[in-house]
């Protein structure tokens, strides 16, 4: 492929990434603020630690540091909203497409026209998994989907996967890993798989420099953290948060096989799109490429296994998106059985950018979201009085006020998260009866009776797409 022929390809992805993000994820300049909780939590995560803060020591939150990582440098673009939080996601999908076209052609055997991408790019976008834009599960995709182009190219190989590779594999697994451990089953799985063929063909000696330059790939991902956590002697409150409070405290409802098979059912239902993608290239892949079949319901296995065991949320099953490129094989099988007319085939790229496009803005869950005010936004209402006064979020997940005010929070919980831990409340209980911030937002307005040098100042409903809510901005008082 020449360097002309590469540049218009990243040219179809980048576009075809932007477009269905514009109109999917609301960190989107169609969208007044992305009010989503989680992503505002990231961002608070990952500015404090630009700032100089401890993760886990000093601000509280149990995903893995990559993810703060890469909102802190979103940050670094835009510091009150999410321009660069969609930059971020951008560069994300446009890999994940470029890697999963890749895979594609790996089992077809010869290169692809990148509009192809535009059908699984809206198969994944406008799905309910893909929820509010920017979760973990979507920043995650790339990486998946790079382990599933090195599996399905090696499947198809005459020789062992050359070690650069391998090591690069295992790095992107060790980013995985520190991103949100709950896909190690996919990589379980790969690794397990990649062995067997390994030992199949015989490539006894290259297996084991493989396992090295794959478990030295993951250390290179894990050292800087180590090197991070290590000189801030906070070890010790990184595996406590993000393993032990992880595996221990933040539990789902349920467990077992029946509740694996009930997320299951629940992740295909939120990821429907995708999963029919999924599906097809199952069935036809049976019939025509046995191994390949096999090899891609092991990982989906694997994936399923650490991903939904759990409790379960909306966006949980996106990662299972990571196979819906594979789907595109069985139908350009089927599109070149068909006799089409040269006009249609040059017409036909631009056609399925401009339907994926109308298919976005139709069906995204987050359609109905589109165009508010600035001033409907309780974000933006409340940081225009709070002005760079210091301010906590009480009493619930991050709403987003730290975002839109730009500032910092004041203390190690910064917001209440979902696990059961006494000390978040025992935290911002104390910082508010010795009235130690000019400013509360809360999700109820009665907090003057137990903390009365606040009262109410301002407030304002809004439905983020999970219900309506009504935010009381409070200010102590002299």
């Not at 007044?32 to 500015?47: C, E, P, Y």
């Not at 998106?321 to 350009?332: C, N, W």
Request: net charge positive; hydrophobic share 55%; glycine share 10%.
């Amino acid at each position: 492929m020449t360097v002309k022929q590469k540049t218009q390809r990243a040219v179809w992805l980048l576009g075809i990434a932007a477009l269905v993000l514009v109109w999917c994820s609301k960190s989107s300049p169609l969208y007044a603020f992305n009010d989503w909780m989680d992503a505002n939590i990231f961002f608070t995560m990952g500015k404090s630690m630009l700032h100089g803060r401890v993760l886990y020591r000093d601000v509280f939150d149990h995903k893995g540091p990559v993810l703060y990582l890469l909102y802190g440098l979103a940050a670094c673009v835009d510091n009150t909203g999410f321009g660069g939080v969609l930059l971020l996601e951008t560069a994300a999908f446009a890999a994940f497409l470029w890697l999963g076209l890749r895979s594609a052609e790996a089992i077809c055997g010869r290169a692809l026209h990148p509009a192809w991408t535009a059908l699984p790019a809206a198969a994944v976008a406008a799905s309910r998994a893909f929820s509010h834009g920017g979760s973990a599960e979507e920043l995650l995709l790339p990486l998946l989907a790079a382990a599933l182009f090195g599996a399905v190219s090696t499947l198809r190989a005459s020789r062992p996967m050359p070690l650069r590779r391998v090591v690069l594999h295992g790095f992107l697994a060790g980013c995985a890993l520190w991103l949100k451990y709950t896909v190690l089953g996919f990589y379980l799985v790969w690794a397990v798989l990649l062995a067997v063929l390994y030992l199949r063909r015989g490539w006894r000696g290259p297996l084991g420099r493989a396992i090295g330059a794959y478990l030295g790939g993951m250390a290179l991902a894990t050292l800087p953290w180590v090197v991070y956590f290590g000189v801030q002697g906070a070890l010790g409150d990184w595996f406590t948060c993000y393993f032990y409070d992880n595996l221990f405290l933040y539990k789902g409802e349920g467990g077992g096989a029946a509740a694996l098979a009930q997320h299951l059912w629940w992740a295909v239902r939120d990821a429907l799109p995708a999963a029919v993608l999924l599906a097809v290239f199952l069935l036809w892949a049976a019939l025509r490429r046995p191994a390949a079949a096999g090899v891609v319901a092991a990982l989906a296995a694997g994936l399923a296994f650490t991903s939904l065991m759990g409790g379960y949320l909306v966006y949980y099953g996106l990662v299972l998106s990571v196979f819906a490129p594979l789907g595109l094989v069985p139908l350009i099988f089927l599109v070149e059985k068909c006799k089409t007319p040269a006009a249609a085939k040059r017409l036909a790229p631009a056609a399925a950018v401009a339907l994926v496009l109308v298919w976005c803005a139709a069906c995204s869950p987050n359609r109905a979201l589109r165009w508010r005010t600035a001033d409907s936004m309780p974000q933006h209402r409340f940081a225009r009085q709070i002005n760079g006064a210091s301010l906590l979020n009480y009493g619930t997940l991050d709403g987003g006020f730290y975002t839109a005010a730009g500032v910092l929070p004041p203390c190690r919980y910064f917001c209440v998260t979902n696990m059961p831990l006494d000390d978040q409340w025992a935290e911002q209980n104390a910082l508010l009866a010795e009235g130690g911030v000019d400013y509360v937002v809360a999700l109820t307005g009665d907090l003057g009776t137990a903390f009365p040098r606040y009262a109410v100042v301002d407030q304002c409903s809004c439905d983020g797409g999970e219900g309506l809510l009504t935010w009381y901005l409070y200010k102590r008082q002299a």
